[in-house]
């Protein structure tokens, strides 16, 4: 049992992780959900073998599955789904905007990385102008 | 005192709440978020000064002994982090609301504002490392809130890459917990402190990196910080100032409980974490050498700094984690401060760009004095608070032989006396674009009052850690004996039970 839950778990985190590798918020999301949905698994696996329910006064103590992953496991599928509620708020946003929905680059960074361009190839033209004009001398 | 410790974090959701009744009253509202952020930091230092005369406090949530329920914690380290940003928090909402730019109109301001207060609080006083999670997603989703309030594309943009970043780190933490329970069957930190030392070796060390990874992408290390200096200028001011100067030093202070409490000796990574700070403090420095927008080469160097924080736990001795920190106090009111004084100078000139901005020592004295104090503060010129911080690390450094780190971080102050001065003779002195001397010029020279006022307040602040730097230093010093002897916490926590 413990075998099939790791393989699935496994399959979630690989097939996440491919989607949260790609550019539109959209796949990202899904790829969200699949990873959240692992962690969730991996939670429950985390307690050991099942058992019957844990109410006090049901059963034989011996037998109760270990309640506290459970409770992990729904306070993280709660905040794993208020979180995706405010990405897909943001991602309908930026397709207000913009009528699409991919995660874009710095913009800055790439005004930065294109500055210090400039500067290299001004150095570089100086610095061949300078050459020019002593080779003309001599 | 045990009464008073779950306040930090019950006082600002009861705000939250009322604020969310009185969302259509916007002064009802402010008067709530400033009372309950008051309260808060009238708490935090009654907290503080017990801790101080009684030990370590503890607090029993639900009133189920340690392992079983959740223990609420607060040693030296939570009670100075508690006062520290219950300060910085209170300040910045009386400049936010100074600012009065649209994000600080919304109805949902105060209450998300009061949200992220009780998360940051929760952070540090829980003592159980899956209720630190839940911390941690309380203070990120009010962050993911406040950052993209104001719904402009920039925050749009930059807000889809913080969001995803933090969810994956968020599930990179779940992973590790459910991984820590499947080992020890336990997630109460104390109880963990005990059993970690019964697993083997390969199994703690596999630990100790997960979580360093975890919190690494919320505190903003090399190479997991490149989030950082994206998303957090797109945010109004007053945002960007609690996000630099809070959020970043509550992954250093998980950073620091788990790695000294958590694991033995043997598999605290010393030697990883003296690389990662090295490369920090470097990429971080020289990014913010390239940037144009003020805010945003002050973002850069956020990651610089924390380079220095990590630098200090790494050595994992006395003096190390005490400049750690007194660097960790130092750093949360000095770059506030410096990110308020851009916000003032970006509201007197209409722009943040280096390249536009200019001759501001003759236009706004007021504003280069503010930024003065800070930015000498924060490039360790002495006797400024930064220089202490510093002179602690380095200090610590020699006695721990580890020359490299030593010299790296020395070459990095350098480099930030560059990027300071930068900004000075670009920003103070230099030349004014013709648009911005021209707004200069008609704007009537008065100072937003509350923005100026809460300025002024963290400046001052600043210069009094620089002024009160003896005694702080030797409470840091008591903190870093309290974070060394894991036993202390433990017992506390445990009771007579370890």
């Given amino acids: 049992m413990s075998v099939l839950l790791a393989f699935t778990v496994a399959a979630l985190f690989a097939t996440g992780t491919f989607l949260l590798l790609q550019r539109r918020l959209s796949r990202i999301l899904i790829g969200i959900g699949l990873v959240g949905h692992g962690t969730n698994l991996l939670l429950v696996i985390s307690g050991g073998d099942g058992g019957v329910a844990p109410i006090v006064g049901t059963g034989n103590r011996e037998e109760f599955a270990d309640p506290l992953p459970q409770a992990f496991a729904l306070t993280s599928i709660v905040i794993t789904f208020g979180v995706t509620a405010f990405l897909l708020a943001l991602g309908f946003r930026s397709w207000q905007m913009t009528r699409d929905d991919v995660v874009e680059d710095d913009v800055e960074d790439r005004h930065v990385a294109r500055r210090t361009q400039d500067e290299f190839v001004l150095e570089g033209e100086a610095a061949e102008r300078a050459q020019a004009a002593e080779e003309d001398r001599s | ?498």
Wanted: glycine fraction near 8%.
């Fill in chain 2, 1 to 498: 005192m045990n009464a008073l410790i779950p306040l930090p974090i019950i006082v600002p959701v009861l705000g939250a709440a009322v604020c969310v009744l009185a969302a259509r009253v916007r002064w009802a509202q402010r008067i709530v978020v400033l009372a309950a952020l008051t309260a808060n930091l009238v708490v935090s230092i009654v907290l503080l000064v017990r801790v101080q005369d009684d030990g370590i406090g503890v607090t029993q949530a639900g009133g189920w002994p340690a392992p079983l329920g959740i223990s609420l914690v607060v040693d030296d380290l939570a009670a100075i982090m508690l006062v520290v940003s219950s300060i910085m928090l209170l300040t910045v909402f009386v400049y936010a609301i100074g600012e009065g730019q649209e994000e600080s109109r919304y109805a949902a301001f105060g209450s998300v504002y009061l949200v992220l207060a009780a998360g940051v609080s929760a952070s540090f006083i829980t003592g159980d490392l899956f209720n630190l999670f839940v911390a941690f997603e309380l203070m990120l989703v009010a962050s993911y809130v406040l950052l993209t309030l104001g719904g402009r594309p920039g925050q749009v943009r930059s807000g889809m890459t913080y969001v995803v970043i933090s969810l994956i780190a968020s599930t990179f933490f779940v992973v590790a917990l459910a991984l820590i329970y499947a080992a020890t069957g336990t997630v109460n930190m104390a109880e963990l402190a005990v059993r970690m030392p019964e697993l083997s070796h390969g199994v703690r060390v596999g630990f100790s990196l997960l979580l360093i990874v975890v919190f690494g992408i919320k505190a903003g290390l090399f190479p997991l910080f490149f989030w950082l200096p994206d998303s957090y200028p797109t945010a109004p001011t007053a945002i960007t100032a609690v996000f630099a100067g809070l959020l970043t030093k509550v992954g250093v202070y998980a950073i620091i409980r788990t790695q000294t409490l958590l694991f033995p000796s043997d598999a605290q990574q010393g030697t990883l974490l003296l690389v990662v700070a090295a490369l920090t403090m470097v990429v971080g420095v020289l990014g913010a050498i390239a940037q144009d927008d003020l805010r945003r080469m002050l973002s850069f160097h956020i990651v610089s700094h924390i380079g220095y924080m990590i630098f200090g736990l790494a050595l994992f001795t006395l003096a190390g984690i005490a400049g750690a920190v007194f660097y960790i106090v130092h750093h949360i009111v000095v770059k506030s401060s410096l990110f308020l004084v851009a916000g003032l100078a970006e509201f007197r000139t209409g722009t943040d760009r280096l390249s536009r901005l200019g001759g501001m020592v003759r236009s706004a004295p007021t504003i280069a004095v503010l930024f003065a104090l800070p930015a000498l503060s924060i490039a360790g010129i002495p006797p400024f608070s930064g220089f202490v911080g510093k002179f602690a690390l380095v200090d610590a450094g020699i006695q721990s032989e580890k020359w490299v780190i030593v010299a790296v971080s020395l070459t990095v102050s350098l480099l930030t006396v560059y990027v300071m001065s930068r900004i000075w003779s670009t920003v103070f002195w230099g030349v004014a674009d013709p648009s911005v001397e021209a707004r200069l010029a008609t704007a009537t020279g008065r100072m937003p009052v509350l923005m100026t006022a809460s300025t002024v307040v963290l400046v001052l602040l600043g210069l009094a850690i620089m002024v009160f730097a003896g005694p702080l230093y030797a409470l840091a010093e008591r903190t870093a004996t309290q974070l060394l002897d894991p036993s202390q916490y433990v017992s506390a926590v445990l009771g007579g039970r370890s």
